[in-house]
């Protein structure tokens, strides 16, 4: 059972977008994005490009980094179902260390 990141992102954008009660047509206004388009990358047919991706998520006012994380932690799950491992709860966050040298003091 193969995700492809797309369809990952795009669920988490339309899970984002209506979680805040906002309509596409809202949403495409703010971004400056065509609504068929902004629909197409919600349902995983168009990959969105670094920009537009930064557009939409200025206009849901939500960090590219959060809805990364989401999407790689929806990835994850997909992943584990697949080859039969338990999976991380949707709610959790992996906090990586940083490297000795970059910590602070």
């Given at each position: 059972?193969?995700?492809?990141?797309?369809?990952?992102?795009?669920?988490?954008?339309?899970?984002?977008?209506?979680?805040?009660?906002?309509?596409?047509?809202?949403?495409?206004?703010?971004?400056?994005?065509?609504?068929?388009?902004?629909?197409?990358?919600?349902?995983?047919?168009?990959?969105?490009?670094?920009?537009?991706?930064?557009?939409i998520?200025?206009?849901?006012?939500?960090?590219v980094?959060?809805?990364?994380?989401?999407?790689?932690?929806?990835?994850?799950?997909v992943?584990?179902?697949?080859?039969?491992?338990?999976?991380?709860?949707?709610?959790?966050?992996?906090?990586?260390?940083?490297?000795?040298?970059?910590?602070?003091?």
């Amino acid at each position: 059972m193969a995700v492809l990141m797309r369809e990952a992102l795009g669920e988490t954008l339309r899970r984002t977008r209506t979680g805040q009660g906002r309509t596409l047509r809202e949403v495409s206004a703010d971004a400056r994005v065509s609504l068929g388009y902004l629909s197409e990358v919600e349902r995983g047919q168009k990959e969105a490009s670094s920009e537009l991706l930064a557009a939409i998520c200025t206009a849901l006012d939500v960090p590219v980094a959060d809805v990364m994380t989401d999407v790689g932690a929806a990835l994850r799950r997909v992943d584990a179902v697949a080859a039969g491992r338990p999976t991380i709860a949707a709610n959790t966050r992996l906090v990586i260390p940083p490297p000795a040298e970059l910590a602070l003091a």
